[in-house]
C-alpha cells in the first residue's frame, strides 16, 4: 500500500498570514449535548447507558481499550498475560488511579465490578493484577473487556462511581446530566470543564437548539446525514456500521418457513431502501458485519433478487402469514416496514404490519459493539439470541462462523447505517469512531468565533 | 518513515500484551547523508509490499478447489493497494497456478472463473475468491493477512529552502529532544516518562537505558516538556509542574521534583524564563527576568525572540489566539496575522538577524511550517512552506540556536515524527 509522503513540500506564495489552525487545545468550557435517547441509568451494566456520546466511556473506563484498528491497548490495566490454553488471564492494574469517590483502584473494586457483568467468568484479585478463568479457551478475552458494559464501577449502596476523566455531577435520569472534568485523572485532565447532555430531544428539536447556539453537538439521524451536509453542517460521520435487520425471534419450524424466509431475504429491494428511504446514509448489506471490519462481506447477496424470491416461493407449499413489528416512535422504521411489506407482496408473502404485541418477525437495529470483528459477532449472536459462533483467529474462520448464523436464518441483514453528529464549529479534536461511538475525553472548545 | 513489510505483522498468538515499546525508525547512513545533500524534505524510499505469503495461500486454496486443468481469472479491487500491485498480484498468482497445474486462460476456453476479490477490513488485506466451476456450488475460500499501520509513498519535492533531517520515530509522544555533539554524536530524548539517551554508531541511533521521570500527580493533557543542556551538569527536564535534573555522577540519571520553576524560552543571552500552568499547556505569562521594563505577557503558547541591535523583540502567540509583540517598553497586537500556537526562533547562517517559525493550517489537520523575518513589526515569509503530514505538537530550538526540534503526529501511522527544521543556505 501505497500513501503519499508524511512530509510534503510545498510550493507557494511567500504571504506573511497564513490561515488559521494548528492550534493547540484550550483549557475550560463546557459541551452542551442534545441528544435523543433517554437512558434510565448510567450502569454499564445497563445495555442503554452507552447513549450518544459514549457516555459511558467519559465515566467509567475499561480495563483494555481498542484503537481505531480495533487493536487492544492498556487501559485500567496496563498489560496482560494468557496461560497456555487461554483459560486463564491475568491482567495488571494500572497503579495511582482512583474512582470518583476517592476509592483507590484495586484487584477487589475490579473483581467485584467484572463479577456483575460476566457471571459465567470467574474472577480473582490477585494483589495489584486481577485473574479471569474461562470456561474454554477464549482468546477474545481482552478484546470482550474492552465493551462497555465491562466498565469498572465500584458500587455503595444505590452509588455508583468510576475512574474515567468526568465524574457525574448531576443525574436527572432520562433527563439531563452534567459531567465535571476529573482533576486528578490519571490520563491527565480533560480539557473541558464539563459536559451538559440533554436527552429526549427528537431531531427537529435537535436542529432547533443547534441553529439557536443553545447546544454544541446533535445527533443526526442516516436519513438526514445528506441534507446536513448540503446545508453546509460540520459533520462527523462513522462507517456504515448499526446493523437494521429482520429478525425472527424463532428457529424455522418446517422446510417451508425456512424456504419462505430465504425468500423474503430475496425479495426486499435494500438497495432502494438505503438509496431511497435512507437517503444513502448506510450501505445495503447480505451480511451481519460491516465490509470494512471484515473485508468479505460483500460475498454475502442483499437482496433485491425478486425472481429467485419468486422462483423459491414457487416452491413452498404452505405459504405463512407473518406479522412484522416495528419501532412505531421511529417515522422511518414505519416507511422502512411498508417497504419491506411491498417486496414481500410482490414475491407472494404475506406481512402483516403490527406496533404492538409479540409478532413473527421485527425491524430492529443493533449497534456494532466492538471494533474487533469476532468479539462483534459474538455480541451480535448474543443479541439476536443466536447460538455463540464458534471460530479460529483467521478471515475464514470468521466468514464460516457468520455464514453458519445466516444460514438459521433467524435474521436477515438490510443495511449497514452511518451514524453521524452535527458540531457547533468552537467544537474541535471530536472523533467518531468506525462503529460509531464517539471520542469526547479529547475535546475542546475554541474561543475564537466561527 | 519507511512502510513496513506487511509479513513483519502478523497476528500475536501469544496471548500477551505488554505496552509498546517507542519503536523507532533510525535513518540509514545513506538516508542521513540524502537529508545533508539533497533538498528533499525527506528522503523517503518505498517499494511494494511483499504479497507472495498470501499469492501462495491462495494460489494453493484455488488449486485445491479446481484442480488441475484450465480456468480463467476475474480480479476486482476493492482495497487501498495499488494498480501497480493488483497487476504484480495478477501475474504472480497466475505463475503460482500454473506451478499447481492450473492453467490461466480466456473464459471462453477455460473450464470455469474464478472471481478474486482483494479486499480489506481493519485489521487485514483480505483476498476473497469465488470459484465458479459447476452450475450449483460456488465455493468461497478466504485468505487473510495484517496490513502495516501505515505505508508511505515518495514523491518527488521540489527544491526548497527549509530543509529537515529525521531523527526519530515512535509510537509514544515526544516531547523534545537535544543533540549533543561530539564522537560519538548523542541525542536526549524527552517522553512522557522516561528521557532516553542515544548515541549514534554504526550510522544507526542506538538507544541506551530510559531514564525514568517520576511524578506522584497526573500530568496535564497535550502534555508539553522542554530539555535544556547544562554546563554544571548535563541537562535539566521542564515538564508542567515537574523539574528533573540530571546527576553527575556516571551511571546517568535524572531527580525529579516537583517545581514550579520558569522554564527557559531562550538559552542565548540575555536569559528570559517563563512560568509555566503546570496542570495546563501553557505560560501563565509571568517572564523572569522579563522583557526589558516588562515583566509580563498575557498568558501565551510560545514564543520567539529577535534579536535588534539595542533590544530583543519578543513575539508571543496568546492563549487567545492573539499575536503579539513586546519589545521591552511597549505591547503591540498583530490581530490580522493568524498563526498557530506554535512558534520558535532560529538564525540562518547566511542571514543576519533570526527567523520566526510558525505553524498554521490551511485544512485543519495537517500543519504547516513557515520562516518570517520582521524587519520592522509585521511579519514577512521567508520560506516556502513545509507542509507536515500531522499536526505539530512540539517546536523548540535546539541548543546551537541555527535549527529547531520539531515534532509533528503522523495523521497516517500515528507515530510522533522528530525532526531536526535548518535552513538550507543559497538554495
Known amino acids: ?450 | 518513515m519507511l512502510p513496513r513489510n506487511p509479513t513483519n505483522h502478523q497476528h500475536s498468538t501469544t496471548g500477551i500484551y505488554n505496552s509498546r515499546n517507542p519503536g523507532m525508525h533510525l535513518p540509514s547512513r545513506a538516508r542521513l547523508a540524502c537529508c545533508v545533500i539533497t533538498l528533499f524534505a525527506f528522503p523517503l524510499m518505498a517499494r511494494a509490499a511483499d504479497w507472495q505469503p498470501l499469492i501462495a495461500q491462495l494460489s494453493g486454496k484455488i488449486s485445491a478447489a479446481t484442480g488441475p486443468g484450465v480456468i480463467a481469472l476475474d480480479i476486482t479491487n476493492r482495497s487501498t493497494i495499488s494498480a501497480a500491485d493488483v497487476e504484480a498480484i495478477r501475474r504472480e498468482l497466475t505463475s503460482s497456478l500454473a506451478n499447481s497445474g492450473v492453467r490461466v486462460w480466456q473464459p471462453e476456453q477455460a473450464a470455469g472463473i474464478v472471481k478474486i476479490t482483494l479486499s480489506e477490513s481493519l485489521q487485514n488485506y483480505v483476498w476473497v475468491a469465488e470459484v465458479q466451476l459447476g452450475v450449483n456450488e460456488h465455493p468461497v475460500v478466504i485468505v487473510s493477512m495484517p496490513r502495516p499501520e501505515s505505508a508511505t509513498n515518495a514523491q518527488n519535492a521540489p527544491p526548497l529552502a527549509l530543509r529537515t533531517t529525521t531523527l526519530l520515530s515512535q509510537a509514544d509522544p515526544i516531547l523534545d529532544v537535544v543533540i549533543i555533539e561530539g564522537s560519538p554524536r548523542r541525542m536526549l530524548v524527552l517522553g512522557v516518562s522516561a528521557i532516553t539517551p542515544y548515541e549514534f554508531r554504526d550510522s544507526r541511533w542506538i538507544a541506551g537505558s530510559p531514564l525514568a521521570i517520576t511524578h506522584e500527580r497526573p500530568l496535564p493533557r497535550d502534555i508539553r516538556g522542554r530539555l535544556v543542556l547544562r554546563k554544571d551538569h548535563l541537562f535539566d527536564a521542564y515538564l508542567p509542574g515537574l523539574v528533573c535534573h540530571s546527576t553527575n555522577a556516571a551511571p546517568l540519571g535524572v531527580n525529579c521534583a516537583h517545581s514550579d520553576d520558569p522554564w527557559p524560552l531562550q538559552t542565548e543571552e540575555p536569559h528570559v524564563s517563563a512560568f509555566y500552568a503546570p496542570a495546563r499547556n501553557f505560560f501563565t505569562g509571568a517572564l523572569v527576568p522579563g522583557i526589558g521594563q516588562q515583566k509580563s505577557a498575557p498568558p501565551f503558547y510560545s514564543a520567539a525572540s529577535v534579536p535588534r541591535e539595542k533590544y530583543a523583540l519578543w513575539i508571543f502567540v496568546g492563549v487567545d489566539g492573539q499575536l503579539r509583540l513586546l519589545d521591552g517598553i511597549n505591547q503591540q497586537s498583530l490581530p490580522k496575522i493568524h498563526w498557530g500556537s506554535d512558534i520558535t526562533s532560529i538564525h540562518a547562517p547566511c542571514r543576519a538577524g533570526s527567523q520566526v517559525l510558525a505553524t498554521s493550517s490551511e485544512n485543519g489537520s495537517t500543519d504547516i511550517i513557515q520562516a518570517f523575518e520582521f524587519p520592522d513589526r509585521e511579519p514577512v515569509a521567508v520560506s516556502q512552506k513545509l507542509e507536515l503530514n500531522g499536526s505539530v505538537t512540539a517546536l523548540w530550538t535546539a541548543e546551537n540556536g541555527e535549527a529547531a526540534t520539531l515534532v509533528f503526529h503522523d495523521a497516517d501511522k500515528g507515530d510522533y515524527e522528530a525532526v531536526l527544521l535548518n535552513f538550507a543556505c543559497g538554495q
Open chain 1, 1 to 450: 500500500m501505497r500513501r503519499f509522503c508524511s512530509i510534503l513540500l510545498v510550493v507557494s506564495s511567500l504571504w506573511p498570514a497564513l490561515a488559521p489552525g494548528a492550534t493547540r487545545p484550550h483549557y475550560g468550557g463546557s459541551l452542551r449535548v442534545a441528544a435523543k435517547e433517554t437512558p434510565a441509568s448510567l450502569d454499564p451494566a445497563s445495555l442503554a447507558v452507552s447513549g450518544p456520546i459514549g457516555l459511558s466511556r467519559l465515566v467509567f473506563e475499561t480495563l483494555v481499550t481498542l484503537d481505531d484498528r480495533g487493536q487492544t491497548q492498556p487501559g485500567l490495566a496496563t498489560s496482560w498475560q494468557a496461560e497456555p490454553g487461554n483459560q486463564r488471564w491475568r491482567f495488571q492494574l494500572r497503579s495511582g488511579v482512583s474512582f470518583h469517590d476517592g476509592t483507590i483502584l484495586t484487584g477487589n473494586a475490579v473483581s467485584a465490578s467484572l463479577r456483575a457483568a460476566n457471571p459465567n467468568w470467574k474472577i480473582l484479585p490477585a494483589g495489584d493484577a486481577v485473574v479471569i478463568e474461562t470456561d474454554s479457551a477464549d482468546q477474545g478475552v481482552p478484546a470482550g473487556l474492552a465493551l462497555d458494559r465491562n466498565g469498572i464501577v465500584h458500587r455503595v449502596g444505590a452509588k455508583i462511581s468510576g475512574t474515567g476523566p468526568f465524574s457525574v455531577a448531576h443525574w436527572d435520569p432520562a433527563k439531563h446530566l452534567t459531567l465535571r472534568a476529573n482533576d486528578q485523572y490519571w490520563g491527565g485532565r480533560p480539557f473541558l470543564d464539563s459536559i451538559e447532555v440533554d436527552f429526549g430531544k427528537d431531531y427537529r428539536e435537535q436542529l432547533a437548539l443547534l441553529d439557536l447556539g443553545k447546544v454544541d453537538v446533535i445527533q443526526i439521524t442516516p436519513e438526514n446525514i445528506h441534507r446536513a451536509q448540503a446545508e453546509g453542517r460540520t459533520i462527523i460521520i462513522s462507517e456504515p456500521s448499526k446493523l437494521m435487520a429482520l429478525v425472527f425471534p424463532q428457529e424455522a419450524k418446517s422446510e417451508d418457513e425456512t424456504r419462505a424466509r430465504a425468500a423474503l431475504g430475496m425479495s426486499i429491494d435494500t438497495v432502494a431502501i438505503n438509496n431511497v428511504v435512507l437517503q444513502g446514509g448506510g450501505t445495503a448489506t447480505g451480511a451481519l458485519l460491516p465490509n470494512w471490519l471484515t473485508g468479505y462481506a460483500f460475498t454475502f447477496p442483499s437482496g433485491g433478487g425478486a425472481d429467485d424470491a419468486r422462483h423459491e416461493r414457487m416452491q413452498i407449499r404452505h405459504p405463512p402469514a407473518w406479522t412484522l413489528g416495528y419501532d412505531s416512535s421511529d417515522p422511518i422504521s414505519r416507511v422502512i416496514a411498508e417497504r419491506i411489506l411491498l417486496n414481500a407482496r410482490d414475491v407472494g408473502i404475506t406481512l402483516q404490519l403490527s406496533t404492538s404485541g409479540p409478532t413473527d418477525l421485527r425491524l430492529v437495529r443493533i449497534a456494532l459493539a466492538s471494533e474487533e470483528p469476532q468479539v462483534a459477532l459474538m455480541e451480535l449472536a448474543k443479541d439476536l439470541n443466536l447460538p455463540a459462533p464458534e471460530f479460529s483467529n483467521s478471515s475464514a474462520s470468521l466468514y464460516a462462523a457468520e455464514g453458519s448464523l445466516l444460514q438459521t436464518h433467524r435474521v436477515i441483514p438490510l443495511v449497514h447505517l452511518r451514524s453521524a453528529v452535527a458540531l457547533h464549529p468552537i467544537v474541535r479534536d471530536w472523533v467518531i469512531l468506525p462503529n460509531g461511538a464517539c471520542s469526547v475525553e479529547n475535546v475542546w472548545l475554541s474561543p475564537e468565533k466561527p
